[in-house]
């Protein structure tokens, strides 16, 4: 397994967010992360990326404990993409994406090697922001920013990469073009991806498997058609739903609010 949460608790100080969690990802699979606000989603995602250390239990990275090891060497296996990025003012884009390169370089190496300079084409080339290389990040819209980071992940030639909530603020047209992306770079490359997604449906279309959390634990973990059970959504979100087979794979609609059935 490239990634594999154990017996994982965790959270901020003495605050237990997630706890106990077995999850393992597989070999060039999709997984996404799924559950109610608060669930512990975002925090889990931190703990196997090695961000927040755990209060117990251990992450193993290519079947190495991650928080044991260097981050340099955690780099070139691992990149995250992160809810909010913050970027420097006046960095073009090519300068940004080539910081994917820093686990690769000593820290005295201002200079990109032919390696290096490769990897920074090719991941601006199949982010398709090659024609925005000289210009600022900060003049780019929503979409285009999510593009370039997504090219500086790619830069480090990860083999798993972990993105939180990747299309918010996107509007559905570009929620669209990243997912699409980021599933070609899955089949093709094998790229190992683990998304937090607060759309359901979204998800269901692009996952290979779902993990379901419900206050802060595990409720499940399976295939979409399993996870998207009926029961399954009304135990995790309180929502009455039903279940579609559509063009493009299950999909579920909402019915109403599970608790105000329940209460009726």
């Known amino acids: 397994m490239p990634l594999e949460a154990q017996n994982l608790s965790g959270g901020y100080g003495t605050t237990t967010i997630v706890e106990a969690i077995d999850l393992a990802l597989e070999q060039g699979e999709w997984l996404s992360l799924l559950g109610a606000n608060g669930s512990g989603k975002s925090t889990l995602l931190r703990l196997m990326s090695r961000i927040l250390a755990p209060q117990q239990g251990v992450v193993f990275l290519d079947g190495k404990a991650i928080h044991s090891q260097p981050i340099q060497a955690v780099a070139r296996q691992l990149a995250i993409l992160p809810q909010q990025q913050t970027v420097p003012p006046g960095l073009t884009v090519e300068q940004l994406v080539s910081l994917g390169r820093a686990p690769y370089q000593n820290w005295w190496e201002w200079e990109l090697d032919a390696v290096g300079k490769q990897k920074v084409e090719e991941a601006m080339s199949e982010t398709g922001v090659m024609r925005f290389r000289e210009r600022s990040v900060a003049q780019l819209s929503g979409g285009e920013k999510q593009r370039v980071f997504l090219a500086l992940a790619l830069a480090q030639n990860p083999k798993v990469l972990l993105l939180d909530e990747p299309t918010t603020y996107l509007d559905i047209r570009y929620q669209l073009q990243l997912l699409d992306l980021l599933k070609d770079l899955n089949q093709k490359q094998e790229l190992a991806i683990i998304t937090v997604l607060h759309d359901i449906n979204l998800a269901a279309r692009y996952s290979d498997r779902l993990a379901l959390l419900r206050q802060g634990r595990l409720f499940g973990v399976g295939t979409v058609e399993a996870m998207l059970a009926p029961e399954n959504v009304a135990a995790v979100f309180d929502v009455d739903a039903i279940v579609l087979d559509t ?12 608790l105000k059935t329940e209460n009726q």
Do not use: T
């Not at 999909?251 to 599970?258: A, E, F, T, V």
């Open 247 to 258: 063009p493009v794979g299950v999909q579920i609609c909402p019915i109403s609010d599970g």
